[in-house]
């Protein structure tokens, strides 16, 4: 793909580019168009001579794929979709109105060659750390004719966002070699020029991390294509191509001068900053009157690149074809990985400890995900030992440089970083993402978690210590709001009308193997599991088989214990907190003769969806409801209802053992007596 093409060709495609996204932005009266503008050489020599896909079938699981980290630069992707075919001119012009294609930061479309949603700054090419990983595992399991590049185009933000130091680190420690990203160098911000804010030596940073680092002129398409054929034929290493651009490339003002380099057209339109677009659009070959349009000498060239795309990728399914004849077996467990379908697993046969911690109810699951789950990826941040993501380290290995035959990425203490990797891992496609830490830091992996439901990948966050019972530990490590906070992705839908994110925490060790068997079932949005640090009665059992009573977890709640008349009291709650109200309520039937209705709910959001039938069986309306969280009330609010109570803390922990704490702050089942005796008098 890499021969020698007219450059003057090439610069005409590059300028095409510009005018497309700078027309797009003075269109819209919205967006950015100076960066577009200045990335227009690279990623036009990536895409006509370096990128392998399919133009006729934009879901080949093997072509390169390309993560754009700056989201705002969305004109300059838009651009050069058009010029492959997948964007019309229409819809570029429609460039972030309602309805079109073209938001004003790209959603992630397969089918139309977006590969990440972006917009977060760093967490772009963050994700392309995660495909690069997820390629190199799948080709250590089926051969080198799997091996393909990712690349990632990344803008000085980018680079200054926290999470490109974790980025940089992993990539490098893996020898990601698969790896090549473009550093658009402009030393030009929203609001500020780079120098201002850094002077660090962004080269040395990297190969001090274990990247090959090439530094070009990145608006000379000689000097791309070099660094590009350099970085492909790395085999050790990463690799950076810091191209140095030009803000604004081609602009220029009413009288003709250069207005290149200047903050303002970073963030705003050229017309706005104080540019001339029909007069940049003149500048840069193209006709003010219709800018919306693709040289004809552009069409034809990369009509020829099309074609040259196409007999590449037919060349390389021949070569999967053949292999795939002479490994049915190998060839059929591909087509598995990327049908993107549940395993199947007998989650009734997983042995579990009575009474443990829901952590170690999930090592136990894990241990044999690891065993029949072959393309499952998980990872911890520096926490495997206490999150118990060990018990899928202990059938695996790690991911190291030049092996990619294990299974487990230790990820270092860079939470966010992880959950992105994660979210390329999966965007990726073939690979199941799983990561952990303690749950109190799950506010460090937001953004990456917001992004999972936005993007609609079945990432499993395993979040463990998973309230003020960390004990000793004191206030930094006691998660109280942070459950409040989960569950508000299961109230916010998705742009397919579903609930963003699944939040199941567990009651004990069976409803914990249950809540992993939704979770790795739950192939279209994310599943967060909240567990236990500390060990948990199991929950009695009517018929015996505790784990069959707990499929019923699968319904978002169920009734635990029901009396044999209509209650007198509903408690509910979820996890740990749920064999509390067991032990109050054997006082409260025993001491006070009461009818007590107990409800395990590991997912209010699931729970709502089910019919309003078995909503007002779990929880009949008139009689009153008590819930124990140990988090903020609001947890429960919507379940207990106005005329119930909800029991939660209102303040930070303290540091004690969790067994003061939970006298202290009232989790016993004497308290819940108090509290029930309290609400029945209301």
Same mark, same amino acid.
């Given at each position: 793909?890499?021969?020698?093409?007219?450059?003057?060709?090439?610069?005409?495609?590059?300028?095409?580019?510009?005018?497309?996204?700078?027309?797009?932005?003075?269109?819209?009266?919205?967006?950015?168009?100076?960066?577009?503008?200045? *990335? /227009?050489?690279?990623?036009?020599?990536?895409?006509?001579?370096?990128? @392998?896909?399919?133009?006729?079938?934009?879901?080949?699981?093997?072509?390169?794929?390309?993560?754009?980290?700056?989201?705002?630069?969305?004109?300059?992707?838009?651009?050069?979709?058009?010029?492959?075919?997948?964007?019309?001119?229409?819809?570029?012009? @429609?460039?972030?109105?309602?309805?079109?294609?073209?938001?004003?930061?790209?959603?992630?479309?397969?089918?139309?060659?977006?590969?990440?949603?972006?917009?977060?700054?760093?967490?772009?090419?963050?994700?392309?750390?995660? $495909?690069?990983?997820?390629?190199?595992?799948?080709?250590?399991?089926?051969?080198?004719?799997?091996?393909?590049?990712?690349?990632?185009?990344?803008?000085?933000?980018? =680079?200054?966002?926290?999470?490109?130091?974790? $980025?940089?680190?992993?990539?490098?420690?893996?020898?990601?070699?698969?790896?090549?990203?473009?550093?658009?160098?402009?030393?030009?911000? #929203?609001?500020?020029?780079?120098?201002?804010?850094?002077? +660090?030596?962004?080269?040395?940073?990297? +190969?001090?991390?274990?990247?090959?680092?090439?530094?070009?002129?990145?608006?000379?398409?000689?000097?791309?294509?070099?660094?590009?054929?350099?970085?492909?034929?790395?085999?050790?290493?990463?690799?950076?191509?810091?191209?140095?651009?030009?803000?604004?490339?081609?602009?220029?003002?009413?009288?003709?001068?250069? %207005?290149? @380099?200047?903050?303002?057209?970073?963030?705003?339109?050229?017309?706005?900053?104080?540019?001339?677009?029909?007069?940049?659009?003149?500048?840069?070959?193209?006709?003010?009157?219709?800018?919306?349009?693709?040289?004809?000498?552009?069409?034809?060239?990369?009509?020829?690149?099309?074609?040259?795309?196409?007999?590449?990728?037919?060349?390389?399914?021949?070569?999967?074809?053949?292999?795939?004849?002479?490994?049915?077996?190998?060839?059929?467990?591909?087509?598995?990985?990327?049908?993107?379908?549940?395993?199947?697993?007998?989650?009734?046969?997983?042995?579990?400890?009575?009474?443990?911690?829901?952590?170690?109810?999930?090592?136990?699951?894990?241990?044999?995900?690891?065993?029949?789950?072959? @393309?499952?990826?998980?990872?911890?941040?520096?926490?495997?030992?206490?999150?118990?993501?060990?018990?899928? #380290?202990?059938?695996?290995?790690?991911?190291?440089?030049?092996?990619?035959?294990? /299974?487990?990425?230790?990820?270092?203490?860079?939470?966010?970083?992880?959950?992105? =990797?994660?979210?390329?891992?999966?965007?990726?496609?073939?690979?199941?993402?799983?990561?952990?830490?303690?749950?109190?830091?799950?506010?460090?992996?937001?953004?990456?978690?917001?992004?999972?439901?936005?993007?609609?990948?079945?990432?499993?966050?395993?979040?463990?210590?998973?309230? %003020?019972?960390?004990?000793?530990?004191?206030?930094?490590?006691?998660?109280?709001?942070?459950? $409040?906070?989960?569950?508000?992705?299961?109230? #916010?839908?998705?742009?397919? *009308?579903?609930?963003?994110?699944?939040?199941?925490?567990?009651?004990?060790?069976?409803?914990?193997?249950?809540?992993?068997?939704?979770?790795?079932?739950?192939?279209?949005?994310?599943?967060?599991?909240?567990?236990?640090?500390?060990?948990?009665?199991?929950?009695?059992?009517?018929?015996?088989?505790?784990?069959?009573?707990?499929?019923?977890?699968?319904?978002?709640?169920?009734?635990?214990?029901?009396?044999?008349?209509?209650?007198?009291?509903?408690?509910?709650?979820?996890?740990?907190?749920?064999?509390?109200?067991?032990?109050?309520?054997?006082?409260?039937?025993?001491?006070?003769?009461?009818? !007590?209705?107990?409800?395990?709910?590991?997912?209010?959001?699931?729970?709502?969806?089910?019919?309003?039938?078995?909503?007002?069986?779990?929880?009949? /309306?008139?009689?009153? !409801?008590?819930?124990?969280?140990?988090?903020?009330?609001?947890?429960?609010?919507? #379940? !207990?209802?106005?005329?119930?109570?909800?029991?939660?803390?209102?303040?930070?922990?303290?540091? /004690?053992?969790?067994?003061?704490?939970?006298?202290?702050?009232?989790?016993?089942?004497?308290?819940?007596?108090?509290?029930?005796?309290?609400?029945?008098?209301?």
């Amino acid at each position: 793909m890499n021969n020698q093409v007219d450059l003057t060709v090439t610069d005409k495609a590059s300028d095409n580019i510009r005018i497309l996204a700078a027309a797009m932005v003075e269109k819209a009266k919205s967006g950015h168009p100076g960066g577009a503008m200045g *990335g /227009a050489d690279f990623v036009n020599v990536l895409y006509s001579e370096f990128l @392998n896909f399919d133009p006729s079938d934009n879901l080949w699981i093997n072509r390169d794929r390309f993560f754009l980290d700056p989201g705002h630069m969305s004109p300059m992707l838009y651009s050069i979709l058009a010029l492959t075919g997948n964007y019309s001119m229409e819809e570029l012009a @429609n460039f972030r109105q309602w309805g079109s294609p073209t938001p004003g930061h790209p959603e992630v479309d397969f089918e139309r060659g977006v590969e990440n949603t972006s917009g977060p700054l760093g967490q772009g090419h963050t994700m392309a750390v995660g $495909a690069a990983i997820a390629e190199r595992f799948l080709a250590a399991r089926f051969g080198d004719w799997m091996s393909h590049k990712t690349y990632a185009f990344i803008s000085d933000g980018g =680079i200054q966002e926290e999470i490109a130091q974790g $980025a940089g680190r992993i990539a490098g420690t893996l020898g990601l070699s698969n790896l090549i990203m473009f550093y658009d160098s402009n030393n030009i911000q #929203l609001s500020t020029k780079v120098d201002e804010v850094t002077t +660090e030596d962004t080269a040395k940073k990297y +190969e001090a991390w274990g990247w090959n680092v090439i530094t070009i002129d990145g608006n000379n398409a000689s000097e791309i294509r070099v660094a590009l054929l350099a970085a492909n034929n790395e085999t050790e290493r990463p690799t950076l191509i810091i191209g140095e651009t030009v803000m604004g490339k081609g602009a220029v003002d009413a009288e003709g001068g250069s %207005f290149e @380099n200047m903050v303002s057209t970073h963030g705003q339109p050229l017309g706005a900053a104080g540019a001339s677009l029909d007069k940049t659009i003149e500048n840069l070959g193209g006709d003010p009157k219709n800018p919306f349009q693709i040289f004809p000498e552009v069409e034809a060239y990369y009509k020829e690149v099309l074609k040259k795309k196409q007999e590449y990728a037919a060349a390389k399914k021949a070569e999967q074809a053949e292999w795939a004849k002479a490994n049915p077996e190998l060839a059929a467990k591909l087509e598995k990985f990327f049908s993107g379908e549940a395993p199947e697993i007998d989650y009734a046969s997983i042995a579990q400890k009575a009474d443990a911690a829901t952590r170690a109810a999930s090592s136990a699951v894990l241990a044999e995900l690891a065993n029949k789950v072959d @393309n499952m990826i998980v990872s911890s941040a520096d926490l495997s030992n206490s999150d118990k993501t060990d018990g899928f #380290l202990k059938n695996t290995k790690a991911l190291v440089k030049g092996d990619f035959s294990g /299974a487990f990425l230790q990820a270092g203490v860079a939470e966010l970083t992880m959950a992105s =990797i994660c979210n390329g891992i999966a965007l990726h496609g073939g690979v199941f993402a799983a990561c952990g830490t303690f749950f109190v830091f799950s506010d460090y992996m937001k953004p990456a978690v917001r992004l999972s439901a936005l993007m609609e990948v079945p990432v499993k966050y395993i979040w463990t210590h998973d309230a %003020f019972r960390v004990g000793e530990d004191g206030p930094t490590h006691q998660p109280i709001e942070q459950e $409040a906070q989960i569950r508000l992705l299961e109230q #916010l839908k998705n742009h397919s *009308g579903e609930m963003s994110l699944l939040a199941l925490r567990p009651a004990d060790v069976d409803e914990t193997t249950v809540a992993w068997k939704m979770a790795m079932e739950n192939t279209k949005t994310p599943t967060a599991l909240i567990l236990s640090r500390q060990n948990i009665k199991n929950l009695p059992s009517a018929n015996g088989s505790r784990y069959e009573e707990a499929l019923a977890a699968e319904k978002g709640a169920y009734i635990v214990e029901k009396p044999e008349s209509t209650p007198d009291v509903i408690l509910l709650a979820s996890g740990s907190e749920v064999s509390t109200l067991v032990a109050g309520a054997e006082i409260l039937k025993a001491e006070k003769g009461l009818k !007590v209705q107990i409800v395990s709910v590991p997912s209010e959001g699931l729970f709502r969806q089910q019919s309003a039938e078995y909503q007002n069986e779990v929880i009949p /309306a008139g009689i009153p !409801v008590l819930g124990l969280t140990a988090g903020l009330p609001v947890t429960l609010q919507g #379940l !207990v209802g106005p005329n119930g109570k909800s029991v939660g803390l209102d303040h930070f922990g303290y540091s /004690a053992p969790a067994g003061v704490l939970d006298q202290k702050f009232g989790y016993t089942a004497e308290n819940v007596v108090i509290e029930v005796e309290a609400l029945l008098q209301k």
